[in-house]
């Protein structure tokens, strides 16, 4: 089907109450692998590419995002393309013509005088060109000399009327916020404050977004989207599915020369992790309720 829209797939979401799975593309097999667990689940789905990601392959944008919207239009569910953690201007200046819909622009590491007003000029920019903007807001730096922390950052926390006046002095389409998610987490230990969730959700006039939820448990997944959370960001759970599944092959095949063998376990194994996260945040797990409680 046609490439989707992020903010079609959002607004979707937030009409019928539910999650929005969206998760981070490294490699062909990564993209190939969302799109098939998206499938099985039912689930609309975002492939995210960072900029870290585009940094791996030499900064060429092109190239992946390409590919990645051609996996994306092949799907049977509906799947956009989100340009994710952006810093470089010229990048996020890319993203229209190489098929993205939206991005987050990540300017959490500027004092918040300069965040805002960095923000405010790639919303303006963005929407002059059809992008939806995300961005993130975590602690806001300037209280007895503390210094700002993105919304992925361990001990960080959003509080709620400031997160009420950055969307509006930026406006922004969406906001990443910290309540208890870190990135990278190995294990899913994550304990996240489901209450300031629910203050957040009711002070703050666009979709919520959970940055770092590979380390969030599954109920706690589903209580965070019952207490308002819409856009769901995983990245690391496909790693920790893809590099097991090779390291088991390889030992199972000493002798084994050829990519794809490893490579195909590698995207099934992601595949089946994608279709469980994407039930739960969803609402389509087995015993899960179908709609939050926002």
Request: net charge negative.
């Amino acid at each position: 089907m046609p490439l989707a829209r992020t903010s079609d797939l959002l607004a979707a979401a937030v009409a019928e109450r539910r999650g929005l799975p969206a998760f981070n593309v490294i490699t062909l097999e990564h993209a190939e692998a969302i799109a098939a667990g998206a499938e099985a689940a039912g689930t609309p789905v975002v492939l995210q590419l960072s900029q870290n990601a585009i940094a791996y392959r030499g900064g060429r944008l092109l190239p992946i995002a390409r590919a990645c919207a051609e996996v994306a239009a092949a799907a049977r569910v509906p799947v956009s393309l989100h340009l994710d953690h952006v810093e470089d201007p010229d990048l996020l200046r890319a993203a229209p013509g190489a098929g993205f819909s939206s991005a987050m622009f990540d300017a959490s590491a500027l004092p918040h005088d300069e965040n805002v007003k960095a923000t405010a000029e790639a919303t303006a920019w963005a929407h002059r060109h059809g992008l939806h903007l995300e961005a993130e807001l975590g602690r806001v730096g300037g209280k007895n000399g503390e210094p700002p922390l993105g919304a992925h950052a361990p001990g960080a926390r959003t509080d709620p009327a400031e997160a009420a006046r950055y969307v509006a002095e930026t406006g922004v389409d969406a906001l990443a916020v910290a309540v208890g998610s870190s990135h990278a987490m190995t294990t899913r230990t994550a304990a996240l404050d489901h209450a300031l969730i629910r203050e957040l959700a009711a002070a703050v006039p666009v979709p919520l977004v959970l940055h770092g939820s590979s380390g969030v448990p599954d109920d706690a997944l589903a209580a965070a989207v019952g207490a308002g959370m819409v856009k769901v960001n995983i990245g690391t759970a496909l790693n920790l599915a893809c590099t097991p599944a090779v390291r088991a092959h390889l030992a199972a095949h000493p002798a084994a020369t050829d990519p794809r063998a490893y490579l195909a376990a590698a995207r099934d194994a992601m595949a089946a992790t994608v279709e469980h996260l994407a039930r739960v945040v969803s609402g389509r797990a087995p015993g899960s309720a179908t709609s939050g409680s926002r």
